[in-house]
């Protein structure tokens, strides 16, 4: 069946960079997405990829997805206390609008 | 800007009691998606509506779970009676069948004592 897989806490210095991985089963999925969700809050949209890119970049965030091994991850460059947050990998496919989570990955940043 | 809302942001009640939960989506959009989001089970989607049908709710507890949307603008989730296991925070999303994107909005964070 579907499955979408996450790493539960990822702890990184701040200005380092941060590399949130996650794992997808449904190589038929047409959308990959990453939510942000800071406490308290709901799921933001933060970026998405086409399944046909490999790569996406947007200001400090870069997305890869490699379809062959079914990995997708995103980066975020100079990591800042306001980053803290919950990260949430979901796949969809083209026909159907629903989504497909991770158990999601809590970012932890160091002084 | 346009958000989606759900109302209440905060509810206690005790076991047993009825709770009803509200959510306006964005103007325009034409899917609301209710999701429970627990510590022990993570985000589940209980209930998927596009133009305001049902279109799959197998993952809500039928026998006191109950959603609807009585107009485009309002979407509501019912628990009949309900329990202290069904203490979780409660979000609504919408989203347009033109695009594969969700809003989310703030969610209700339901405590039964």
């Known amino acids: 069946g579907e499955d979408v897989e996450q790493s539960l806490f990822l702890s990184v210095r701040e200005g380092d960079s941060s590399v949130i991985n996650c794992t997808y089963t449904?190589?038929?999925?047409?959308?990959l997405y990453w939510y942000k969700q800071e406490p308290g809050a709901g799921l933001q949209l933060l970026t998405y990829?086409?399944?046909n890119m490999d790569m996406k970049q947007d200001q400090r965030l870069t997305v890869l997805l490699n379809k062959k091994d079914k990995h997708l991850s995103l980066r975020i460059a100079d990591t800042q206390t306001g980053d803290s947050a919950i990260y949430f990998c979901?796949?969809?496919?083209?026909?159907?609008?629903?989504?497909?989570w991770g158990a999601g990955t809590k970012l932890i940043i160091k002084p | 800007d346009a958000r989606v809302t759900q109302t209440p942001r905060h509810k206690v009640t005790e076991m047993g009691q009825e709770v009803t939960m509200r959510c306006q989506p964005i103007?325009?959009?034409?899917?609301v998606f209710w999701y429970r989001q627990t510590m022990m089970q993570g985000l589940e989607l209980l209930a998927y509506f596009r133009n305001r049908a049902p279109l799959d709710d197998s993952g809500m507890p039928k026998d006191r779970f109950s959603a609807e949307m009585p107009d485009a603008t309002l979407a509501t989730l019912k628990i009949q009676p309900s329990e202290p296991r069904d203490s979780a925070v409660y979000f609504c999303?919408?989203?347009?069948?033109?695009?594969?994107?969700?809003?989310f909005g703030p969610g209700t964070r339901l405590t039964v004592t």
């Open positions: 103007l325009g959009h034409n899917t």
């Open positions: 999303a919408s989203g347009s069948s033109s695009s594969h994107e969700q809003y």
């Open positions: 449904d190589s038929s999925s047409t959308y």
């Open positions: 990829i086409f399944s």
């Open positions: 979901a796949e969809s496919m083209n026909s159907n609008y629903q989504l497909i």
